[in-house]
């Protein structure tokens, strides 16, 4: 009786990006066992819940390392990283006859060792080997649909015997024993018998066996015919990851196993998915962080250097010391030379490092001489009275003066992020030498105040042809940012107490200093925001101190959009330029819309304003509802007269501020009552 094909599972579950991360993350944490017996176990396996990738969990079962299977566990003798391979031991498939010619008892040696579809059969490590009288074995996987066969893969031979002496020792070419090739692509081991009659073989072969085993692991013996149906043979498996991505795939998609610097992806020649190795020079484990690690070639003895050895990262060099010469010195002895060619050399080398140590401390003194010249021309000697200014030398900033820190740039310098030992800074430079002007009154501006809404001056480096300035370091961005990039949510109350404590700030600047200060260029992108979202002025590079008028008469510089009209066209700049700038940036507050063309805006919103007081349709749909309307008209009417052409019907920003407390206290009041 011929046993009916039996359906094999089709093991292809996915891993999900998320699964992937998480197992990822917890590859190297601490409290995971490291090896099983004396058996290292390296991530992707693992031992114990989160240490291992999917599909790669280890059983240790009292100090032996096994595959956990439904019907038993599976011990594994090999495990390696490099190779992609791990060596296990597999039941045999067998089918035993009784007197009446009739399959009595058989089991197909099937384990199910891979569940979770990481394994395939090696199939250059293994052969299928099939023993008995009178029977054909094979092996059927991968389960297909739609085609003529319901497998992808069928193999097997046949072997047959003509009495009992027919099978000899050591032979397996179809007489008692036959063998065969395994295709790649073999995700189990269950095997399958087309039976014929053993009626007269009974004696000899009575059971017929079918197995995967490793090539050089089995020889047959006739004896074998008579074979114990419970012994077990070493197998090869090659694994993978195997998420039916490819390497180029898992990179973009950004879900590559191959989390370590310094390592490659290769996709797998044994079934679907990749595999990892560190690149060429390194050594270790691909699929943890900072896994590969560099090969010290000059300490292993099998790198050759017959000169001197010097360790590189990835690699190696190998040079004849001086006075020495090899043509290989990777391969050939290094031999002494001495010429005369090598002493005139040798005396023009001494001569030419005598002339660099001069023209060395020649620079190193000039340098010294600028940096001094550089620090009296900037003030120096009258900053380093101040005692809330600090003085930077100029190799502290050189670090994070790098790219990689880059944040942006103003319209007078760029803009970099750092460490200043335990703060966190902006260290702002010029572009180009021209702005020593605007940087300088910066300097000079700024050690004037202090105001929790003013972005404080940490110190700066006056050892440069230009100034650098070192800032707190405000993380939210500019108001610029969260309005119209982010475009973070934002109630009516964090608008107005983002409007009252910038104003509260300006009106420092313009009452409550010494001399008066004008900003001159108030604008969104000027007034920083915390993670509380308390905004700081900042950018004085343009602002001037005044007294006795109170105003500015000078060249036009800032952003146009923002800009007061009577400042662009008469170039007068007073304290009410910078509440025009500010009513502006409360109109885009309260909008949402940015200001690209400010004339159109104002007189829009004024048209609607004075003419239907319809400013609703103005405001932005985030905060225009129906109990906040007294209120934004109130605002609106700010708006109307902070941005009045008529210079001496503008409020000033110490009334602004004001106002803008009571319209926010207002606010919080209704919000509570409701």
Same mark, same amino acid.
């Given at each position: 009786?011929?046993?009916? *094909?039996?359906?094999?599972?089709?093991?292809?579950?996915?891993?999900?990006?998320?699964?992937?991360?998480?197992?990822?993350?917890?590859?190297?944490?601490?409290?995971?066992?490291? =090896?099983?017996?004396?058996?290292?176990?390296?991530?992707?396996?693992?031992?114990?819940?989160?240490?291992?990738?999917?599909?790669?969990?280890?059983?240790?079962?009292?100090?032996?390392?096994?595959?956990?299977?439904?019907?038993?566990?599976?011990?594994?003798?090999?495990? =390696?990283?490099?190779?992609?391979?791990?060596?296990?031991? *597999?039941?045999?498939?067998?089918?035993?006859?009784?007197?009446?010619?009739?399959?009595?008892?058989?089991?197909?040696?099937?384990?199910?060792?891979?569940?979770?579809?990481? $394994?395939?059969?090696?199939?250059?490590?293994?052969?299928?080997?099939?023993?008995?009288?009178?029977t054909f074995g094979y092996i059927q996987s991968q389960r297909t649909e739609g085609n003529d066969y319901p497998y992808a893969y069928y193999t097997g031979c046949l072997s047959f015997c003509n009495d009992s002496r027919s099978a000899v020792d050591g032979a397996c070419a179809g007489v008692g024993c036959c063998r065969v090739d395994i295709p790649p692509g073999l995700t189990d081991n269950k095997?399958?018998?087309?039976? $014929?009659?053993?009626?007269?073989?009974?004696? $000899?072969?009575?059971?017929?066996?079918?197995?995967?085993?490793?090539?050089?692991?089995?020889?047959?013996?006739?004896?074998?015919?008579?074979?114990?149906?419970?012994?077990?043979?070493?197998?090869?498996?090659d694994w993978a990851v195997r998420d039916n991505l490819t390497c180029d795939e898992a990179e973009k998609a950004q879900m590559s196993a191959c989390v370590s610097s310094n390592s490659e992806c290769r996709n797998s020649v044994n079934g679907p998915g990749y595999v990892c190795n560190c690149s060429v020079g390194y050594e270790g484990n691909p699929y943890v962080v900072n896994g590969c690690t560099d090969i010290n070639e000059c300490k292993r003895g099998e790198y050759p250097c017959r000169g001197v050895c010097r360790n590189t990262l990835g690699s190696y060099e190998c040079k004849c010391p001086s006075g020495f010469h090899s043509a290989d010195p990777f391969n050939e002895p290094c031999n002494f030379k001495f010429r005369i060619a090598a002493v005139i050399a040798s005396g023009v080398a001494g001569c030419l490092l005598i002339i660099s140590v001069v023209v060395f401390v020649w620079l190193l003194r000039k340098e010294k001489r600028k940096t001094k010249e550089y620090f009296e021309k900037n003030g120096g000697p009258t900053l380093e009275k101040v005692t809330k200014i600090k003085l930077f030398k100029k190799w502290e900033l050189m670090p994070i003066l790098r790219r990689d820190n880059f944040i942006g740039e103003g319209g007078f310098g760029e803009v970099y992020k750092g460490h200043l030992g335990d703060e966190l800074v902006a260290v702002k430079r010029p572009k180009n030498v021209n702005l020593a002007n605007q940087f300088t009154n910066e300097l000079i501006i700024q050690s004037r105040v202090m105001h929790k809404n003013i972005v404080r001056l940490v110190g700066c480096c006056l050892e440069v042809d230009v100034p650098i300035l070192v800032y707190e370091f405000v993380p939210k961005g500019s108001l610029d940012d969260i309005l119209h990039c982010s475009r973070e949510s934002l109630n009516l109350d964090q608008r107005l107490n983002i409007a009252a404590q910038s104003a509260r700030g300006l009106a420092y600047l313009h009452s409550d200093t010494i001399t008066t200060i004008?900003?001159?260029?108030?604008?969104?992108?000027?007034?920083?925001?915390?993670?509380?979202?308390?905004p700081k002025i900042s950018d004085f590079g343009i602002s001037r101190m005044i007294t006795v008028d109170k105003k500015y008469t000078g060249k036009v510089i800032g952003?146009?959009?923002?800009?007061?009209?009577? $400042?662009?066209?008469?170039?007068?700049?007073? =304290?009410?330029?910078?509440?025009?700038?500010?009513?502006?940036?409360?109109?885009?507050?309260?909008?949402?819309?940015?200001?690209?063309?400010?004339?159109?805006?104002?007189?829009?919103?004024?048209?609607?304003?004075?003419?239907?007081?319809?400013?609703?349709?103005?405001?932005?749909?985030?905060?225009?509802?129906?109990?906040?309307?007294? *209120?934004?008209?109130?605002?609106?009417?700010?708006?109307?007269?902070?941005?009045?052409?008529?210079?001496?019907?503008?409020?000033?920003?110490?009334?602004?501020?004001?106002?803008?407390?009571?319209?926010?206290?207002?606010?919080?009041?209704?919000?509570?009552?409701?």
């Open positions: 009786m011929a046993t009916p *094909l039996l359906p094999c599972l089709l093991l292809a579950a996915l891993l999900s990006s998320a699964a992937a991360a998480d197992a990822q993350s917890t590859a190297a944490a601490s409290g995971c066992p490291d =090896s099983c017996g004396d058996m290292s176990i390296q991530y992707p396996f693992g031992i114990g819940a989160g240490c291992f990738r999917k599909g790669f969990e280890i059983i240790c079962d009292g100090g032996r390392p096994v595959l956990a299977g439904p019907t038993m566990p599976i011990p594994v003798n090999h495990l =390696s990283i490099r190779t992609a391979e791990a060596r296990v031991m *597999l039941p045999i498939g067998w089918e035993c006859f009784n007197a009446s010619d009739v399959v009595y008892a058989w089991s197909g040696g099937d384990v199910q060792f891979n569940l979770e579809d990481v $394994y395939r059969i090696s199939n250059t490590h293994n052969q299928l080997v099939v023993l008995g009288c009178n095997m399958y018998f087309r039976e $014929y009659s053993h009626k007269t073989r009974l004696a $000899y072969s009575s059971c017929d066996y079918a197995f995967l085993v490793e090539r050089e692991n089995y020889t047959f013996r006739a004896a074998d015919l008579r074979m114990d149906v419970n012994r077990t043979v070493p197998v090869w498996l004008l900003h001159g260029d108030v604008k969104p992108a000027n007034i920083l925001l915390t993670d509380d979202l308390v952003d146009l959009s923002y800009m007061d009209p009577v $400042y662009l066209q008469k170039g007068i700049l007073t =304290s009410k330029s910078d509440v025009y700038s500010f009513g502006v940036v409360l109109l885009e507050l309260i909008t949402r819309k940015r200001v690209s063309d400010p004339d159109s805006l104002r007189s829009n919103f004024l048209d609607a304003y004075t003419k239907e007081k319809r400013v609703i349709d103005f405001v932005d749909s985030e905060i225009a509802v129906t109990q906040n309307m007294e *209120l934004i008209n109130s605002l609106a009417g700010m708006i109307v007269e902070c941005i009045d052409l008529d210079v001496d019907r503008r409020p000033d920003m110490i009334d602004v501020a004001e106002n803008l407390r009571i319209m926010l206290k207002r606010s919080r009041r209704e919000n509570t009552e409701i």
